[in-house]
């Protein structure tokens, strides 16, 4: 029961960030590319690889990856913009939205478990 209470604080405070982060990027950044989700999902792929690799509790696991990090990352909204570039036809920003979505999240994941097992010895 206290995995769903951690879980569900979590997200909240997950969700209200990348709201918080995507609306300030977006007033001090003007660009055609999704950057804030861009950089939210990176940043989420980092340190959810770092949580992994430091080994805690399950509760904290939970709260913080599966609760916070699920609401700050947004596989939605990152589908959406894709489909948005397609129906504009800038197919360039496009293609680099989605390879640098998806290796930049491997590697940001990849990078996040290194530091976090180093940090963990």
């Given at each position: 029961?206290w ?9 909240s405070?997950?969700?209200m960030s ?7 990027m977006?007033?001090i ?23 992994f690799?430091?080994?805690?509790s ?12 699920g609401g ?17 036809q800038?197919?360039?920003?496009f293609?680099l ?6 290796c930049g ?10 530091l976090?097992?180093w940090l963990?010895?």
């Open positions: 029961m995995e769903f209470i951690f879980v569900g604080l979590g997200a405070v997950g969700a990348r709201y918080g982060l995507s609306q300030f977006n007033r950044l003007h660009t055609k590319f999704p950057l804030a989700t861009f950089l939210t999902n990176i940043s989420g792929s980092f340190l959810l690889g770092l949580l690799a430091m080994h805690f399950d509760s904290i696991y939970h709260g913080l990856g599966v609760g916070a990090l700050y990352t947004t596989f939605s909204t990152f589908n959406f913009e894709l489909l948005s570039l397609l129906q504009r800038d197919h360039r920003r293609m939205y989605f390879a640098g979505s998806f999240g491997l590697a940001s994941s990849f990078l996040g478990i290194l976090g097992t963990h010895q």
